[in-house]
């Protein structure tokens, strides 16, 4: 007499294949965790991709915030250095005018100049910003 050892699992198939009520469906816990895992599986996919995304768009925030620091250091600067050119400019006109139309003169034509450049570009801001709000709005720009 040999003794066979059989386990648990060979002993259910077994019962279950000389039971007279047909095959027996295994049990569905495999699929469930297979299903359930899955999903786990894509949870977890999604939440590693929304935290790279997050970390993506910090660091994206962070090199545009360097650089927008930058830009406007550069931009006051050069604002600056074009003050004072066209300052240079101004008060070089003035003493070269004085010579030819005394110095009242040279005041009168360097101002009402520089009036007349400042009434253009306010004239021109206005427009533009009259042009952007009825685009904003909708309306016909015309």
Request: neutral net charge; hydrophobic residues 55%.
């Amino acid at each position: 007499m040999s003794e066979t050892i059989m386990n648990d699992d060979e002993a259910a198939k077994v019962v279950s294949s000389s039971s007279s009520q047909g095959p027996v469906r295994e049990d569905p816990a495999p699929y469930d965790e297979g299903l359930s895992g899955a999903i786990k599986a894509l949870i977890d996919d999604g939440q590693t991709l929304f935290q790279a995304e997050l970390a993506y768009r910090k660091e994206q925030a962070a090199f545009g915030l360097g650089a927008v620091k930058r830009i406007a250091v550069l931009v006051i600067l050069g604002l600056a250095f074009g003050f004072f050119t066209l300052l240079a400019i101004v008060v070089g006109l003035l003493m070269a005018l004085a010579q030819y139309v005394g110095f009242w003169g040279s005041l009168a034509i360097v101002g009402g100049l520089l009036a007349i450049l400042t009434a253009i570009c306010l004239l021109r801001a206005a427009k533009a910003v009259r042009y952007v709000r009825s685009g904003l709005a909708g309306k016909d720009a015309a």
